[in-house]
C-alpha cells in the first residue's frame, strides 16, 4: 500500500487530506507541522510527501531542504501545497528540486492526478534501472557477457554510491546485507527498503546479480571447476552458487557454459 504523508497546520485541510486519500486505499500520515513532519518522514519513509508552504516552526521549503539533505529520504517525490501561488515561490520550490505544486482548495480529482504523477515518474525511473541491467547484461549473448562492465552493471545513482562501490569491491567475499548496512551506517531492513524503493531491487538482488556477471565470465572465459567459480565469486558452499544460477538463468552452470560454448563454435563456423 502507498505511504502518504501529509504537513498541514490546519487541523481542517489536514483531516479533509487524510479522509480524501485514505478512501482511496491509501495508508495516510498526518502531520500539524513542519517539524512533526520531518519527524514522521524519519519513522516512516513515506512514498510521496504532500507539505503546505506557510507554517509555524518549519515552513514547506525547510521541510523540504530537510529531507533532500537527508540521503535516506532524499527521493521521496514532494509536492507542494500552498493557498496562494506566485511565480517567486515557484522558481524557489523549483530552484530548491520540489516535483509539483497544488494550490488549496484542490479537488480530490486534482489532488489524485498529482499523486498519480509523481509515483508513475518514481516507477519510470525503478524500470529504467532494470532496463540498464538488461541491456548491460544478457547471459544469452556469449560476447555481451565476456565485455561485462562493472561500472554499468550496478546502478549509477549518486545517493547510493557507497551502497554500490562496496557491493563492487566486495562481491567476490561472502558478504552479505549486514555487511553492507555497517559499511554505509544503515540497518539492514532499512537499507533493503530503500535500495528496494528507488531501484526495484534488494541489495541482496544486486550482491547476486554482480556475482553472476562474473560467474558467466569465469565460465565461459575459463576452465575452473564450478566449485572454484562458486567460491571466487563469494560463495561459501557450491550448492547455494547453483540455487542461485537456476534461479537466474533457469539452467545450471555446466549446461549454461555447454550451451554458450556451443553458440560460440557455431558463430565462429
Known amino acids: 500500500m502507498t505511504k502518504i504523508l501529509v504537513i498541514e497546520d490546519e487541523a481542517v485541510s489536514l483531516e479533509m487530506l487524510l479522509d480524501s486519500l ?49 540521503r535516506n529520504m532524499a527521493m521521496i517525490p514532494f509536492i507542494f501545497l500552498t493557498a496562494k501561488i506566485h511565480k517567486a515561490e515557484v522558481r524557489l520550490g523549483m530552484d530548491l528540486g520540489a516535483d509539483d505544486y497544488l494550490t488549496k482548495p484542490s479537488t480530490v480529482e486534482e489532488l489524485l492526478g498529482a ?30 557477457t565476456k565485455s561485462v562492465n562493472s561500472e554499468t552493471l550496478l546502478p549509477a545513482d549518486p545517493d ?4 554500490f562501490e ?5 562481491y567476490y567475499k561472502p558478504v552479505g546485507l549486514t555487511d553492507v548496512a555497517q559499511a554505509v551506517g544503515y540497518s539492514p531492513a532499512y537499507l533493503t527498503d530503500l535500495i528496494k524503493r528507488q531501484t526495484g531491487e534488494t541489495v ?3 550482491i547476486a546479480k554482480r556475482r553472476m556477471a562474473a560467474a558467466c ?24 552458487f547453483f540455487r542461485q544460477f537456476r534461479i537466474s538463468f533457469g539452467m545450471t ?6 550451451a554458450q560454448r556451443i553458440q560460440s563454435r557455431a558463430k565462429d563456423n
Open 204 to 206: 541482496h538482488q544486486w
Open 22 to 70: 485514505e478512501a482511496e486505499g491509501f495508508d495516510v500520515i498526518g502531520a500539524e507541522n513542519g517539524l512533526v513532519g520531518v519527524q514522521q518522514a524519519q519513522e516512516h519513509l513515506p512514498d510521496l510527501v504532500i507539505c503546505d508552504i506557510l507554517m509555524p516552526e518549519l515552513d514547506g521549503y525547510g521541510v523540504f531542504s530537510k529531507l533532500r539533505q537527508n
Open 115 to 144: 499523486i498519480a504523477a509523481r509515483l508513475e515518474r518514481q516507477a519510470t525511473q525503478k524500470q529504467l534501472y532494470a532496463t540498464e541491467f538488461q541491456q548491460n547484461f544478457q547471459p544469452e549473448s556469449t560476447e555481451k
Open 166 to 170: 562496496f557491493i563492487e569491491a566486495n
Open 253 to 258: 552452470p555446466q549446461v549454461w557454459r555447454k
Open 160 to 163: 547510493f554510491r557507497e551502497v
Open 217 to 240: 565470465s569465469l565460465l565461459l572465459e575459463t576452465n575452473q571447476s564450478i566449485e572454484q567459480i562458486a567460491e571466487a565469486v563469494g560463495y561459501r558452499y557450491a550448492g547455494c
